[in-house]
């Protein structure tokens, strides 16, 4: 009887493990400031404001990880580099958390000459 016990123990904190991480909260991005920036200029400091995101949130620029200062769960702040800066276009900003591996859907920056 005792090892049934302890199995159902061990069962139960499994499933209350299962359910703590699958509830992480998938982020959102609201807006982004500035939403467009000039080629060839120096890097700078892109805000991102929306919801769900937690200390372990990174911005990604076009797929990439960006250094990012989690402000609160609200916003975010990532550093943009010259070379993010070199080629017209399109940028896809995106939010990924690393606790739970959810993504936000995109949002589009400018690249402008």
Known sequence: MNRFIRQLVVLALTLSSVVATSGATVPHIDWISPPVAVQGSPGFSLIVNGSGFTSTSVVRWNGSDRPTTFISSTELQAEISA???????????????????????????KVRI
């Open 83 to 109: 070379d993010d800066l070199a080629v017209v276009g399109d940028a896809s900003v995106t939010v990924f958390t690393y606790q739970g591996g959810h993504v936000s859907g995109k949002v589009q920056g």
